[in-house]
């Protein structure tokens, strides 16, 4: 009876990090909090805000990456919660927006 290699079922490895790892990324993550707070007293002119978000968008794909376990997920998984993210943030826009625009003092 020859050995049957079942190749529909995918496992996903789940990588393990040690301590000293997820802590410099803490300690990159407060260089990244202390670099935030530095640009805000610099005057960049219109690109202080632009840098600002820039910086926070890397710490949350730090967050997200290695805090949350998402490197090493499932796909299918993944896509589905960044989907229903953009979805409800799309509502969230719309309703404040529609609030906006419907204000008397406008």
Do not use: C
Not at 95 to 104: E, M, W
């Amino acid at each position: 009876m020859a050995e049957h290699e079942d190749t529909t079922h995918v496992e996903h490895e789940h990588t393990t990090h040690s301590q000293i790892f997820y802590i410099a990324i803490g300690v990159a993550l407060l260089i990244l909090t202390a670099t935030t707070a530095a640009v805000a007293f610099v005057n960049l002119g219109p690109l202080n805000p632009v840098v600002a978000l820039l910086i926070a968008t890397i710490k949350a794909a730090l967050v997200v990456i290695f805090f949350m376990h998402v490197k090493g997920a499932s796909e299918k998984l993944t896509s589905a919660v960044v989907v229903s993210g953009f979805f409800f943030l799309a509502i969230l826009l719309t309703l404040s927006l529609a609030d906006y625009l419907t204000r008397s003092w406008r």
